[in-house]
């Protein structure tokens, strides 16, 4: 079945970097764009980034652009999100997501904690 895995969240100080890993299995990772969404305490689903399957284009909202990275690699089904200049609005669960077949997929999501 499809399973999404994320992690390398924690605690950082404003201004300070993380790198999200997402190990994806169950169905053929390459073929399929994905995403990175996050849900801040209190709050709704946002939408942080895009790629598409073979990682040639990407897709930021405004409030991350310049300072967040999506990347992949194909070779080990993993997605990434290299995220510097934590601020403390950043401060989320993290997950990684995938459409398919008209469904959506979500890993059990990672904490990031941007204070100081």
């Known amino acids: 079945q499809v399973q999404l895995v994320e992690s390398g969240g924690g605690l950082v100080q404003p201004g300070g970097s993380l790198r999200l890993s997402c190990v994806a299995s169950?169905?053929?990772?390459?073929?399929?764009?994905m995403s990175w969404v996050r849900q801040a305490p209190g709050k709704g689903l946002e939408w942080v980034s895009d790629?598409?399957?073979?990682?040639?284009?990407?897709y930021y909202a405004d409030s991350v652009k310049g300072r967040f990275t999506i990347s992949r690699d194909n070779a080990k089904n993993t997605l990434y999100l290299q995220m510097n200049s934590l601020k403390p609005e950043d401060t989320a669960v993290y997950y990684c997501e995938v459409g398919l077949s008209g469904h959506d997929y979500w890993g059990q999501g990672t904490q990031v904690t941007v204070s100081s």
């Open positions: 169950g169905f053929t990772f390459s073929s399929y764009a």
């Open positions: 790629i598409n399957s073979g990682g040639g284009s990407t």
